[in-house]
């Protein structure tokens, strides 16, 4: 990215700009302005049909024949009309390319002093209706707190906290899954041959390893599952204190403006509960949310391993390290996603989080199959 983003610096700066005369130094920079477009839609400015008529241009310089005042209005035109199509902001005014040449280069600045490709939806105004973008291209409502992602090798991404640990999990799931699958292939091979075959492939050290593997990745999924949770909930956190009729609301005024960190089961206790009882009272979710937390409890185990003894049972806490079946870690997987699941259903529309949940395999981990972190629409 680093030889892609001095490129396209070079292309932007004032001095290549001013090495072109009059009407072509124009030209140029609403060329620019074309490019960025391709960058932001696209996700590519090698692409772009804007893209070689610049790199000619920039070469060469002042001995680039001038263009006619009719060509240059023609060309320039239909650059507006190409970036009035695209969502671009007030295009048809001659003056709002040197504001889309600021954003170009504060973009490009952002990444290359500080590795910045995450934007606020807000910070595009002046300049792209993100908004109608994701809402036309994407059926996705953004709001102006949530991040943007510009990575110059892909299209404008919504980038959602959630669904990167959401990927994690089932990732994690999959991989388990496989070797799971290839060890007990390995088995029934070896007893289609002898009894014997199957006694020396058990004790042999490949297979006490892929065994030892089995209680890490039950740890590593429990730990997963919770974390999705978890981000699930900050993300609703974080939007309600951007969202300004509810963060204003006295029931939760408080919560909101605490100083600290603020724990997981305070965001369904003090927001989500206060604000919907029809959620608090649903017998579903309480039985849910009860599982989720001895669930989460079993994390901390796992997370803070610790040889002490729990008070309420007289039991060292690491025996949850020892005692867990497979088939009480499909159950606790199955309540963490199923937990995200019901609260968004049953949220109004402007607090629902996981607006990508249709777009993907819904995760049943009691079938014990691979499940698709991929869009299923693509």
Known sequence: MNVT???????????????????????YKWYLCGLLKDILIRGSHTNSGYYPMIL??????????????????????????????????????????????????????????????????????GVFKVQQYFLYRHKVFVKPHHWIDINLQQSLTHTIPEFFNYVDLLVLWNDFISKRNNYDEEIDRRMSISQTAVSEYYSSREAREIRLSYSTYVRLLITASVTFVE?????????????????????????????????????????????????????????????????????????????????????TQLQPLLNIEFDEVIKKLQVCIDLVKSLDHHLPDDEKVIQWWSRFEDPVFCLEEKISPLNIYM
């Open 5 to 27: 983003v001095d490129e396209l610096i070079r292309l932007t700066k004032s001095d290549t700009i001013r090495s072109l005369r009059s009407n072509a130094k124009k030209l």
């Open 231 to 315: 981000s699930y909930l900050y993300y609703y956190f974080y939007n309600i204190k951007h969202n300004p009729v509810k963060n204003t609301d006295a029931r939760i005024i408080g919560i909101l403006n605490r100083p600290g960190y603020i724990q997981d089961t305070q965001i369904v206790e003090d927001i989500i509960f206060k604000l919907h009882h029809g959620i608090k009272d649903n017998l579903v979710i309480y039985n849910l949310y009860k599982s989720y937390i001895d669930v989460n409890n079993l994390r901390d185990r796992y997370t803070h391993t610790s040889a002490f003894v729990e008070s309420s049972n007289q039991i």
């Open 56 to 125: 000619g241009m920039e070469i060469l310089g002042r001995s680039h024949p001038e263009p006619e005042d009719q060509d240059l209005r023609r060309m320039v035109n239909e650059v507006m009309i190409d970036l009035d199509e695209s969502y671009f902001i007030d295009s048809f005014n001659e003056g709002s390319v040197n504001r889309y040449l600021d954003f170009f280069r504060g973009l490009l600045q952002g990444i290359k002093e500080k590795g910045k490709t995450l934007l606020k939806v807000s910070e595009f105004d």
